[in-house]
């Protein structure tokens, strides 16, 4: 358990439609990382946070968002969702943000885009 | 376009045996990289890592190697155990914190 949680784990929806995936760091953890697993395109990094503030930007489409609450958890938004979509969604967590930080992983939502 | 390239997508071994598996890469601003371990329906979780000043880094059973002119890492693990068999992922990170992952090796120990 690596103290990461995230809600839910799975979640089917249909093609257009809107979901929030949700991520809780682990106690400490100020930096959050969501990342993208898919069956053709591997672990792809998306987005990072860093206590509230957008830290750096990977692969993310203009149809996902993401925020990071005061109280440190996040939430990835996906809109328009169509059925490339479905995939594996991680949040990872580290201390500090700094690039030698250990990220730790969640167990993932999996969403299925029908 | 991908930066980090896992080229054996599977890999069969013994166990007791050693497992090499490796990972080359394309971008010369990687400056640390790391191998995460990943059980079906769960997260991936850290296993080693090693910074771009040093060569080699090891940890138990597990042993990262990096050749910075051949832009190539591999990771040893010795002896292999059952428990080891999963999917193995290699990442590089550039400044700006973006971290890149290869595409997954899967590792089964045969008892």
């Known amino acids: 358990d690596s103290g990461v949680t995230q809600t839910p784990k799975h979640l089917i929806t249909a093609t257009g439609q809107r979901v929030t995936l949700r991520c809780s760091p682990r106690s400490g953890d100020l930096s959050v990382y969501w990342y993208q697993q898919s069956l053709d395109q591997g672990l792809q990094f998306l987005i990072q946070?860093?206590?509230?503030?957008?830290?750096a930007k990977g692969n993310i489409l203009e149809r996902f968002s993401a925020q990071q609450f005061p109280d440190l958890h996040s939430e990835l938004n996906l809109s328009s969702l169509e059925l490339g979509d479905s995939a594996l969604y991680f949040c990872?967590?580290?201390?500090?943000?700094?690039?030698?930080?250990?990220?730790?992983f969640g167990p993932g939502t999996r969403l299925t885009v029908l | 376009d991908q930066q980090v390239k896992q080229n054996s997508p599977s890999l069969s071994v013994q166990e007791g045996r050693i497992s090499i598996l490796n990972c080359d890469y394309t971008?010369?601003?990687?400056?640390?990289f790391l191998w995460y371990k990943k059980y079906p329906a769960e997260g991936p979780t850290f296993l080693i890592s090693?910074?771009?000043?040093?060569d080699k880094n090891e940890d138990g059973r597990f042993t990262v190697f990096l050749n910075k002119s051949a832009k190539h890492l591999s990771l040893h693990i010795v002896p292999s155990q059952p428990g080891d068999s999963a999917v193995y992922f290699c990442a590089a990170r550039a400044a700006g914190n973006k971290l890149t992952f290869g595409g997954g090796t899967r590792v089964l120990v045969k008892p």
């Open positions: 946070y860093y206590n509230g503030e957008e830290r």
């Open positions: 971008n010369s601003m990687f400056d640390y």
């Open positions: 990872a967590s580290s201390r500090s943000g700094m690039f030698t930080d250990t990220q730790y």
């Open positions: 090693i910074s771009s000043i040093k």
